[in-house]
């Protein structure tokens, strides 16, 4: 599918591989891109650096179906259609199965990462994939496009990460099933499992700590560019052949147990 001037929903377009994949596709590319996120302040921000021309944003909470299908509306209101749909919307969530206390983890503690990196993921791309149904085919085959970010502790989960690698790991469950559904209507479904990016976050790290999580990647020896993320779900978008995959970008890094 070709990006330029095509409509892109972007969960958690505020900040990170999200913000970093909006400016892409919209000051490169030509997109017009729709940043769903919470953080209002972050998502006037990176408004007012694309361009409001190119980009807005909505308020949402992508595990409430009430406030998805508020902005889908919102989105199908100013341009008219959805043609991608890239799901970054994530929380950490730091979850063991018993705590320090060897007291077993209260359940809304892990359905509360499940409600967002799962549910949330399900719950937009739904909606998206509705809208992209209606659209006419381009080439006469592709009519829309989903990538779902999963992550590489949906392989190699480490202590703390219950919660979140088994959100992760349902992530790249969704892929091949909705991929089969979704191709009859022209629309294909991919995912990204990233390894160590260099996000805001990470930047912040004790050099210790940074340190210790180089030892972890393998080639190049660096943290990702968040350019390089953007670039993959560009390629992912272009590329009318790749369905039903998750690319695992990570420079072939391997976490390990803690």
């Known amino acids: ?5 095509k409509v892109v929903i972007i969960s958690g377009g505020a900040s990170g591989l999200g913000q970093a994949t909006a400016r892409y596709f919209a000051e490169e590319l030509g997109a017009r891109v729709a940043l769903f996120d919470l953080n209002e302040e972050a998502g006037a921000q990176t408004v007012a650096a694309i361009g409001a021309e190119r980009a807005f944003f909505v308020k949402t909470d992508v595990a409430d179906e009430a406030s998805v299908q508020a902005a889908v509306d919102a989105v199908m209101a100013r341009y008219g259609a959805v043609h991608v749909n890239i799901n970054c919307a994530a929380l950490l969530g730091p979850c063991k199965v018993l705590g320090k206390d060897g007291k077993a983890t209260p359940l809304a503690r892990f359905a509360q990462t499940m409600a ?14 509705e809208r992209m149904a209606l659209n006419e085919p381009e080439a006469g085959e592709e009519r829309g496009v989903v990538i779902n970010i999963s992550s590489g502790a949906a392989y190699e989960g480490q202590i703390g990460q219950v919660a979140y690698a088994a959100s992760k790991a349902g992530v790249i469950g969704i892929n091949l099933p909705a991929a089969r559904e979704l191709g009859a209507l022209g629309i294909r479904v ?10 805001p976050m990470a930047s912040q790290m004790d050099e210790k ?3 210790a999580l180089m030892t972890q ?4 020896k660096r943290l990702g560019d968040m350019r390089e993320f953007a670039h993959c779900c560009a390629f992912i978008v272009e590329n009318a052949y790749l369905n039903g995959e ?3 970008l990570d420079a072939a890094s391997r976490l390990r147990a803690r």
């Open 1 to 5: 599918m070709l990006i330029n001037n």
């Open 217 to 220: 990647v393998e080639a190049p």
């Open 190 to 199: 991919n995912a990204i499992a990233p390894g160590l990016f260099l996000t």
């Open 116 to 129: 967002v990196n799962l549910n949330g993921i399900f719950n937009l791309m739904s909606k998206c994939a």
């Open 246 to 248: 998750t690319v695992r």
């Open 209 to 211: 700590v940074m340190a």
